[in-house]
């Protein structure tokens, strides 16, 4: 549905990524907003999905966040509705934030869908990760600047804003313009009339939420358990003395940590989970045996992998490694022969079972692609097709 018309990503990615703000026209010539301001109107009303109105009525600010069940109480003055994570709900969306699959998809986010009226925006402001913004229909005019010290101030307790900036680019946007803007650029948007944005997130994780991931993980999985040993310890003069030699011996035990493989594992689960189950009831997941999926493969049914989901794994490069893969921190095995099918399958929107591409092993129960569907089918990750009746 959607392809670059005028954007080069090997050339973006060599002058543009985390170096400076751009422009990009016509990104897509021809762009078809995934979905309109109604839709995104009822995906505020969700609760299980994260939206805000942030509005401006002379001389206050408000933020409201959703779900969002009088809009026309939250929607004063000039407006802004934004929602996060479009693309785990609306198939369309998801097609548009894979573009930008140029980039690994540990570092994707989310995309971020606003809808705005004459005047509105969120005000001058940094963020901490990068971001392209798409415009879709309607018009906003963009200034950006470059990376610098600002100062930052609230006129909305849920509001971070920056005070003027001098801007390096000051460009109105139209249908199918793409802005990029690296993380600690100041930027300002306003829509010069309705109009919808798309906009591209990226993960910037700090220490911190690395440290407290593995942590979390270590304790859920019993790991890292080695104890600390001194059995060269000598008299002590000064028993409130930390020794270097100590503190080296806390920095080896941890450095083991994370030079252990079980750390490579638990990177590829840590950015597979999207929270894209989160606030949803297991009890709604698909529930199919493997004699259905296998009767599934019988009917040559199609499976469609569902918006959002994006697969993480270990880069391998020996044909006769197995697979591990990770999605929404769930792991999930392919035996050597099948890694390069299994590979395919999972960059395919959709996939259906071809004997020719397989080893021609008979189908049964006991078939790895039956457990495998079976696996990401009650997971909720790949659904098989709903026929349409004429």
Sequence with gaps: MYVFDNFDPEIFLDYHWQKRPAVFRRTFAKFVDPLDEHELAGLAQDPRIDSRVVSYTSPNWQVEHGPINDFEQACQGRWSLLVQSVDQHISDADALIRMFNFIPYWRL??????????????????DQYDVFIIQGKGSRRWKAGEKGEYSTYRPHADLTQITEFEPTIDEVLLPGDMIY???????????????????????????????????????????????????????????????????NSFRTMLHEVIDSPKFDRWLSCHFSDTQLNQGYDPQHNPDYSLEEILTLFDQHTVFERQPGIRPIYLAKHDPAQSLEIF?????????????????KMLKMPSWQYNIEGDDATPLSVNHFWVHLLCELVNAGAWLPQEKTEF
């Design 181 to 247: 803007i690296p993380a600690g650029c100041p930027h300002n948007g306003v829509a010069l009339e309705d109009c919808m944005n798309y906009s591209v997130g990226f993960r910037a994780p700090t220490q911190q939420d690395l440290l407290s991931s593995l942590a979390d993980y270590s304790i859920d999985l019993g790991l890292f358990k080695k104890r600390y040993q001194d059995e060269n310890l000598t008299p002590r003069r000064d028993p409130s003395e930390l020794a270097p030699s100590e503190i």
């Design 327 to 343: 999605i929404e921190g769930q792991a999930y095995f392919a035996p050597a022969k099948h890694v390069t099918e299994v590979r």
């Design 109 to 126: 986010d989310d995309l971020m869908v606003s809808f705005s009226n004459e005047g509105a925006g969120v005000g001058p402001h940094l």
